[in-house]
């Protein structure tokens, strides 16, 4: 492998973990938000909740880094063959992502559905991760791509 191949590589690995990060901050944030109501502190509220923020976050972000893994490697590679230039293209292929990593989720822990708020939320999220990856790495890697196809002419 040469050495340009590898720092591709480990652009998009930096890259896939900012996408799963704002994947996970953006779905825990829409399932978060029916408690932001006003409702004095009840049970179930957003402040009640707060403390709990940092292992929901975690627990969320090892979930969502083992279960849209294969997801995201078919978008590079597709991404890749189809010389993806745009960041829709990305944040589409996060939002249908999506799909399959509810069904691996659904495979390690049961239904999904029964968590609703999650499954509706997890469609935003992929598409925000898929945003997120090209601003961190896509676009690198798209010229990166472009220059080295330059090179070979």
Do not use: K, Q
């Amino acid at each position: 492998m040469t050495g340009r191949r590898i720092a591709t590589i480990l652009i998009v690995g930096f890259g896939y973990l900012v996408a799963v990060c704002a994947a996970v901050v953006v779905t825990v944030a829409l399932i978060f938000s029916p408690f932001a109501l006003p409702d004095d502190g009840a049970n179930g509220s957003l402040f009640s909740l707060l403390g709990d923020l940092p292992f929901i976050l975690a627990v969320g972000f090892f979930w969502t880094v083992s279960c849209a893994l294969p997801g995201f490697i078919v978008a590079i590679l597709l991404g890749e063959s189809e010389r993806w230039e745009h960041w829709w293209a990305y944040a589409v292929a996060g939002l249908a992502n999506a799909v399959p990593s509810l069904a691996i989720f659904g495979v390690f822990v049961g239904s999904p559905f029964e968590m609703p708020s999650m499954v509706m939320a997890s469609f935003p999220g992929g598409f925000a991760g898929g945003a997120a990856y090209w601003l961190s790495a896509g676009r690198l890697v798209a010229r990166r791509r472009a220059v080295a196809s330059t090179d070979v002419a």
